[in-house]
């Protein structure tokens, strides 16, 4: 599977802008329930990850979406890192071992049941789960990707009425209660950011 290398740096590129953007925001979530580095930790990786966007986008795809998992567990700090690096490392697998398959969806299944097990955690945690969890069920209905990021951040808002459930939110018990997640807020920033480029960029 070679996928065009424009719009693998165009994804690079969109996903850095998108959390360059909102580091700031995203650091004033985790200062709540968190260590308050999340935007700052997230900002380290995506511009690691776009410094080799030359030659991340001269590999096949699926090396390309796994070297920049394994990029993310090296640059980015706390459990995000981990975190996102598997679900990229996983996607990449797994579409190399289906590349005859159009269908996404179980590839997607696959790499999140593989955060799920990397971090303990499950949906309703309190977690970046709780949106890829959602966005999965939305693309395996074949739902527009404008429904897929409005998922996204539907769901990203609704961690707010959880309580943690893992890491140093847990910590706070019923007081994490009433406040977003911030690795689901990224989660779905991402997700939109990624949405709408392939939107306007490839066919549907």
């Given at each position: ?7 693998v740096?165009?994804?690079?590129e969109?996903?850095r ?8 925001h995203?650091c ?7 260590d308050g ?5 997230m ?8 410094a ?5 986008s001269?590999l ?5 979406v ?11 700090g ?5 975190l ?6 996983e996607?990449g697998?797994?579409?190399?071992k ?21 971090g303990?955690?499950h949906a309703g945690d ?5 949106v890829?969890?959602?966005?999965h069920?939305?693309?395996a ?5 404008s429904?897929?990021a ?8 609704r961690?707010?009425a959880?309580k ?5 939110a847990?910590?706070l018990?019923?007081?994490s ?13 991402l997700?939109?950011a990624?949405c709408?480029?392939?939107g ?5």
């Amino acid at each position: 599977m070679q996928a065009e290398p424009v719009l693998v740096a165009g994804l690079i590129e969109v996903c850095r802008a998108t959390i360059a953007e909102n580091a700031d925001h995203l650091c004033a979530l985790d200062r709540v329930i968190g260590d308050g580095d999340h935007g700052t930790n997230m900002r380290r990786g995506c511009e690691a990850v776009s410094a080799e966007g030359e030659s991340l986008s001269s590999l096949p795809f699926p090396d390309a979406v796994e070297k920049i998992g394994l990029m993310l567990v090296m640059n980015v700090g706390g459990a995000a890192g981990p975190l996102y690096g598997t679900l990229l490392m996983e996607i990449g697998r797994e579409l190399r071992k289906n590349e005859e398959k159009a269908d996404f969806s179980p590839v997607l299944k696959q790499a999140i049941d593989a955060v799920a097990r990397r971090g303990r955690s499950h949906a309703g945690d309190k977690t970046l789960l709780d949106v890829l969890y959602p966005v999965h069920e939305a693309l395996a209905k074949q739902s527009p990707l404008s429904d897929v990021a409005r998922k996204a951040e539907r769901s990203a808002d609704r961690t707010a009425a959880m309580k943690a459930m893992r890491g140093r939110a847990a910590f706070l018990g019923e007081r994490s209660i009433g406040h977003v997640d911030p690795g689901a807020s990224s989660c779905a920033l991402l997700t939109t950011a990624i949405c709408r480029y392939l939107g306007e960029h490839r066919p549907q």
